[in-house]
């Protein structure tokens, strides 16, 4: 995030990205936001926005489109508007191997983003982390995937979920996903291992931040390819919090009325991180749970 994420070594320079930082996980269909056109006059800011959370370390060639700012001070925090999660504060968050986030939607099953995985087949084994916000740490649970389930008709713009079943159950407390949009307000919390930069390194440790929803209409007023229904958006204005490449497939949550978190958003796509009038997109959880839950049963 940017407060949350961050690049693979060598990665290039994303700008518009989906959030992940995985090489095969790119749709590649000319007009999926996970498509990038070869730049052309004025078209900068639109190239940027296909990946945003779901662009690979490699997999987006963008580094002569830099709008990062030059004169940071190296004194910068590596978070923009984030900071470091308290070990057991998000035990439903999951790291997965190919460089995007998930969360335990069952104690078997993840749940991600549908970009994240494309390309992967339906039983490539990937491997889940979960247990630990250290990603080094010894206590970390590991576990390989046995099947991948991606959202029936994904092409690359919206319906950007997919599930992972996991080849034993992790005992750790699962995340709820909200089945009504009543949960559409408020302040929403983001969390990830990703680029805590546009263009930096995946972090080691989780991060968290948190981010205010923003309307259809305003959201809209940024992005023509937002489609209301399917995404929700949640960001500051001035910009300075978001999430960023590697946070991919991660939730976006909020408490629901009885106090437990309930997952709104699935970590999506949006123009770079954390640019003022750019805020995330995530994947309207509520929009497709009838559908999510159908998937998981068949698994």
């Not at 489109?65 to 057991?88: E, K, M, Y």
């Not at 998930?102 to 099953?109: N, S």
């Not at 046995?146 to 950007?160: E, F, I, M, R």
């Not at 440790?205 to 489609?227: G, M, N, R, T, W």
């Amino acid at each position: 995030m940017h407060a949350l994420w961050g690049p693979q070594p060598g990665a290039h320079n994303p700008v518009t990205t989906c959030r992940a930082h995985v090489i095969p996980a790119l749709p590649h269909a000319p007009g999926s936001r996970a498509y990038i056109q070869p730049p052309t006059e004025g078209s900068q800011l639109k190239l940027l926005s296909v990946l945003k959370r779901c662009a690979a370390a490699g997999a987006v060639m963008l580094a002569a489109i830099s709008l990062q700012p030059t004169s940071a001070s190296a004194a910068t925090p590596p978070v923009v508007g984030g900071t470091r999660a308290a070990q057991g504060e998000f035990p439903f968050m999951v790291r997965l191997s190919m460089g995007c986030g998930g969360a335990l939607y069952t104690k078997d099953i993840v749940l991600t983003a549908a970009h994240c995985v494309s390309g992967s087949g339906n039983n490539t084994s990937i491997t889940a982390t979960a247990g630990a916000v250290d990603l080094q740490s010894p206590s970390a649970i590991k576990v390989r995937s046995t099947k991948v389930l991606q959202a029936p008709g994904y092409n690359g713009s919206g319906k950007d979920w997919a599930l992972i079943k996991l080849a034993r159950p992790i005992d750790l407390p699962t995340l709820k996903i909200a089945e009504t949009t009543a949960y559409n307000s408020g302040t929403f919390t983001v969390a990830g291992w990703g680029a805590a930069r546009e263009g930096g390194p995946q972090q080691r440790y989780l991060l968290k931040a948190q981010v205010p929803f923003v309307s259809d209409a305003d959201c809209a007023q940024a992005y023509d390819e937002l489609i209301p229904g399917e995404e929700i958006c949640a960001g500051y204005n001035e910009g300075g919090v978001d999430t960023c490449q590697g946070d991919s497939g991660g939730p976006m949550f909020r408490r629901d009325s009885a106090g437990a978190w309930i997952q709104v958003g699935i970590v999506s796509w949006g123009y770079g991180c954390a640019r003022a009038g750019y805020p995330g997109v995530y994947t309207e959880v509520s929009a497709f749970a009838s559908a999510i839950k159908s998937a998981a049963a068949s698994l």
